[in-house]
């Protein structure tokens, strides 16, 4: 089955900046597809970002687009989320998937099939 675990988050004001990694165990990822998805408070869970299996090609939330970067060493077995301009609203507890397909199209929620615990990342205004 394997294992993801997210690191990075914190308390940031806004503007500031923060790195999610995403580092996989006890088996690769690197021929799936893999995304980023928050859940706030009180809200339910919205997708963030997702990359295909080999890096090559990369989705967003409008709400995230242009702030953004997720990308991917599949040598190292890790997925990250570089988040710029960081806003209040993107306060949340961000998780990390893997899916059972090498690319994120379609119902990609559907084939995801492996998730993390989720790291908590705070934006003060």
């Known amino acids: 089955q394997g294992q993801l675990v997210e690191s990075g988050g914190g308390l940031v004001q806004a503007g500031g900046s923060l790195r999610l990694s995403c580092a996989a165990s006890g088996r690769t990822f690197s021929n799936y597809a893999m995304g980023w998805f928050r859940q706030a408070p009180g809200k339910e869970r919205e997708f963030v970002a997702a990359?295909?299996?080999?890096?090559?090609?990369?989705y967003y939330a409008d709400s995230v687009k242009g702030r953004f970067t997720i990308s991917r060493d599949n040598a190292k077995n890790t997925m990250y989320l570089q988040m710029n301009s960081l806003k209040p609203e993107d306060t949340a507890v961000y998780h990390c998937?893997?899916?059972?397909?090498?690319?994120?199209?379609?119902?990609?929620?559907?084939?995801?099939?492996?998730w993390g615990q989720g790291t908590l990342v705070t934006v003060s205004s």
């Open positions: 998937a893997a899916s059972r397909s090498p690319y994120a199209t379609g119902d990609f929620y559907r084939t995801l099939e492996v």
């Open positions: 990359i295909t299996w080999n890096g090559g090609t990369t």
